[in-house]
């Protein structure tokens, strides 16, 4: 017997972060490009750079920025805030995971 | 900022129990009947009829039971079970709701 579940967080009665953006955040620190993240995330160019925008306006810092310039002509790149608040949410998630098998434990035997 | 979650309970990698099923029983209980309860839920005869065999199949013991005869010409009932069930999880769900609780106390003031 096995207690699944998920969580996410809400701002306002509008979800500001769950699992898929959090991976998003991570694509997104690791290719320095939100159409290469959305690739990889199997989600369109659109459907990224919305959830990018989104978290960025419902943020209390900026989450990604753009850079300009240099030998590659520019790119995306996490804030430092943006790489706390991946930070942030995988301890939320730790917790949420104990909690998951503390219910476990508890309905153990008895379903 | 409001942590929100679900969970569920599986059993041999196949979703057993979740808050959809529990309502359904809830349901059946109140109304004695599994047509009532479908309709009260507002999901099919058939989907809430499967939903309910897959629980007598799952559960350690029989959790619906039909009855027959008497002035209605029988009809649906949970078992002592059943009921047993509906308390567990209600449990579980009370310490689920206490461990988002938690969770949101943590990223207060962090998101």
């Not at 991976?23 to 459907?47: H, P, Q, T, V």
């Amino acid at each position: 017997m096995k207690v699944k579940g998920n969580f996410w967080i809400e701002k306002n009665e509008k979800s500001f972060l769950g699992k898929g953006r959090i991976e998003l955040l991570k694509k997104i620190d690791r290719y320095g490009s939100i159409s290469k993240a959305a690739k990889e995330m199997k989600m369109s160019y659109k459907a990224a750079w919305d959830a990018v925008d989104i978290m960025n306006k419902m943020a209390k810092k900026q989450v990604v920025e753009k850079i300009s310039g240099g030998k590659g002509g520019g790119g995306t790149r996490l804030t430092d805030y943006g790489k706390e608040l991946i930070n942030i949410f995988e301890t939320a998630e730790n917790n949420f995971k104990n909690c998951l098998e503390e219910i476990e434990r508890f309905l153990n035997n008895k379903i």
